[in-house]
């Protein structure tokens, strides 16, 4: 775990900027569609409800749920979640692709190299392409979630304006079945995530498929499930405690902003525009601080995880040769060769086997013949 950390560090000093870059490319991106989607989604709610119940008539979406029959509220209610799914998955495009990019060049800094930004964006190119199944499942699921949600807030709203007679059966099981779906995924979604860690690495520094790359990620944590657990905490809690310790700082500048009088009442006279200003001026400021506190973050991400990913592909190819793990209990400093597959990307060559002596099963490496995930190859 100290390795990992000290690694990170050091890769991250090599090539910050660069990294720094790409996420501030993809967050630019999310932002501007975040944006939009905060103007689309009660412009599409206001559309649906007029679509079905007119001009004259129209009150407002609990109306509109209390009118139509249980089936039809329920395809409606499934379409606009889907609509909404997949705008969200769009918003976040550019970032999928920068954080695709990201690994590459983490997985670069990580061997040695001082890739640039503009060879991090060129090494993950088809990286995206073979993502887009698992986009595309991304999209369904944030569907599902997105109709579970609106069904169970909508419809509570429904059954407190109807008469319980009136309320049929298919929409009392509806209503059940969504409740349990919901806690199961609550349930599921942390598991799978953590199983599926290692996805975007496969698809980059593998270059696998959707599919297979699902599988690898499963198979690398199949074998360390709470080593990858517990780096993935202490990941959580160091981006966590730095990212409230930030919002701390900010909401102590609002405060600060508040106690001289900016941002209260509408602005009429000269000091209370100047305040005004102030106001909107901190609002801008505050929005480029929180994205480049998450751009950082996101860089310390990118190469922490791809260091996970390169341990795990380390200590699979120990155990697939019948290594005891116990008997390498560090990773060696300095050495040559890498463990990343063979089918890794362009700029990992396979190992040079030259002048690695190959090990028998069950044999314990001696210095020197063990080969190192972090050395350039």
Same mark, same amino acid.
């Given at each position: ?15 910050? $900027? ?9 967050? +630019? ?5 975040c ?5 689309l *989604?009660?412009l ?14 129209? #009150? ?7 009118s139509?029959p ?15 799914? &997949?705008?969200?998955?769009l918003s ?13 060049g983490a997985s ?8 640039t930004? @503009?060879?991090? $964006?060129?090494?993950?190119?088809? /990286?995206?392409?073979?993502? &887009?199944?698992?986009?595309?499942g991304w ?19 429904r059954?407190?304006r109807?008469p ?5 059966a298919l929409s ?11 806690y ?7 598991y ?6 290692? *996805?975007?690495?496969?698809?980059? !520094?593998?270059?696998?498929?959707s ?5 690898r990620? $499963?198979? !690398?944590t ?8 517990? @780096?993935?905490?202490?990941l959580?809690?160091?981006?966590? *405690? ?11 500048? /609002? ?8 941002? #209260? ?15 909107d ?18 860089v ?16 699979? +190819? ?17 050495s040559?060769?890498?463990l990343?597959p063979?089918?890794a ?7 040079? &086997?030259?002048?690695?002596p &190959? ?12 080969? /190192? ?5």
């Open positions: 775990m100290g390795q990992l950390i000290s690694r990170t560090f050091v890769a991250v000093k090599r090539g910050f $900027w660069p990294l720094f870059g790409i996420q501030v490319i993809g967050l +630019s991106g999310v932002v501007v569609a944006v939009a989607l905060v103007i *989604v009660p599409g709610f206001l559309f649906v409800a007029i679509a079905f119940s007119g001009f004259d008539s129209f #009150k407002g979406i609990p109306d509109l749920a209390e139509l249980t089936a039809q509220w329920i395809l409606l209610l499934a379409g606009f979640a889907i609509a909404l799914a &997949t705008l969200y998955v976040f495009l550019p970032y999928v692709k920068a954080v695709l990019a990201a690994i590459t670069r800094l990580l061997a040695g190299e001082r890739p930004l @503009s060879q991090m $964006w060129r090494d993950s190119s088809g /990286s995206f392409r073979r993502s &887009t199944p698992l986009l595309i999209t369904l699921f944030n569907a599902l979630v997105a109709f579970l949600y609106m069904y169970v807030a909508l419809d509570a709203m059954a407190g109807m319980a007679e009136s309320r049929t009392k099981y509806v209503f059940v079945g969504a409740f349990a779906l919901i199961a995924l609550l349930i599921a979604t942390p799978l995530a953590i199983r599926w860690t290692y *996805v975007g690495h496969a698809l980059v !520094l593998e270059r696998a498929g599919i297979r790359s699902l599988r990620s $499963w198979q !690398l199949s074998r360390n499930f709470f080593r990858t657990l517990v @780096s993935l905490l202490v959580l809690v160091a981006v966590g *405690v730095a990212f409230l310790a930030s919002c701390a700082i900010l909401w102590l500048l /609002s405060v600060s902003l508040q106690g001289i009088g900016v941002g #209260k009442g509408v602005a009429s006279t000269p000091g209370e525009i100047q305040a005004a200003i102030l106001t001026l901190f609002v801008v400021i505050a929005v480029i601080l929180h994205m480049a506190i998450i751009a950082v973050l996101g310390f991400t990118a190469v922490y995880t791809t260091a996970m990913y390169r341990d795990q592909c380390y200590r699979a +190819s120990l155990k697939e040769q019948g290594i005891d793990l116990s008997q390498v209990a560090s990773l060696p400093q300095a040559t060769g890498s990343l063979p089918h990307a362009d700029h990992q060559p396979p190992p040079d &086997t030259t002048s690695q &190959t090990l028998a099963p069950g044999s314990v490496p001696q210095h020197g013949q063990e080969r /190192s995930p972090w050395a350039r190859p």
